[in-house]
């Protein structure tokens, strides 16, 4: 089956310390995985996709696919970065996301 | 602007009483999906719309009805609420072409007593 694992529910570190939230997926197929965001009183919004590379506000991801992994990384965290992550997979007409990890970030 | 909007965004009411949450946005997208958020379960899909008059089950469609009518509004019907629905309730859209980049409205927190 489909399905899209992040182990934790929640993630705490300081600011400046490296940041890595997990994400597994099991797909039988090519996968296609997102990471989408929700700061405090905003909406859900997309963060990045594995297939353009791209680093955006400091975070990268790098697909896996001998580990089935997606982790989402950022070398120097900030308060700012304090929010809901939540890991996502594309299944031909759906979005299948993930439990979600809750960053804190402490000054 | 470009936006998902719901209403409304808060709402309390008791077991049986029939519901309906609306959903319109206004970027002219073909797909449009409902999601419940739970803590510790996530966001997992309640229907989804692929176009007008086109409607399917997500992964949690029990107590739950949808109808897309028009391209831009896809209410969430509830014809017998109970309290194992209360939840956050989140309506998106997306291009049929782009279905990763889904646009989200700001949510509906429903309690059923």
């Known amino acids: 089956a489909q399905r899209v694992t992040q182990p934790e529910k929640l993630l705490s570190v300081f600011k400046g310390a490296p940041v890595e939230l997990k994400c597994n997926y099991s797909y039988s197929g090519s996968p296609e995985l997102f990471w989408y965001v929700q700061y405090s009183r905003q909406r859900l919004q997309l963060l990045l996709r594995?297939?353009s590379r791209e680093s955006i506000k400091g975070f990268t991801a790098d697909l896996n696919k001998g580990e089935t992994s997606f982790h989402l990384k950022k070398p120097f965290a900030q308060e700012e970065d304090s929010a809901m992550y939540y890991c996502?997979?594309?299944?031909?007409?759906?979005?299948?996301f993930g439990t979600g990890t809750r960053l804190q970030v402490f000054p | 602007e470009a936006q998902v909007t719901q209403n409304p965004r808060y709402l309390i009411t008791v077991t049986g009483k029939k519901l309906t949450v609306t959903c319109s946005q206004n970027m002219n997208h073909e797909y449009m999906s409902w999601y419940r958020q739970d803590p510790g379960l996530g966001l997992r899909q309640i229907y989804y719309?692929?176009?007008?008059?086109?409607?399917d089950k997500g992964d949690v469609p029990e107590g739950y009805k949808v109808s897309r009518k028009e391209k831009r509004n896809f209410p969430l019907i509830l014809e017998s609420p109970s309290p194992n629905q209360t939840s956050l309730y989140f309506c998106?859209?997306?291009?049929?072409?782009?279905?990763?980049?889904?646009?989200f409205g700001p949510g509906t927190r429903l309690t059923v007593t």
């Open positions: 996502a997979l594309k299944d031909t007409d759906k979005l299948i």
């Open positions: 594995h297939i």
């Open positions: 998106a859209s997306s291009p049929i072409s782009n279905l990763y980049e889904q646009y």
């Open positions: 719309s692929m176009n007008v008059e086109v409607t």
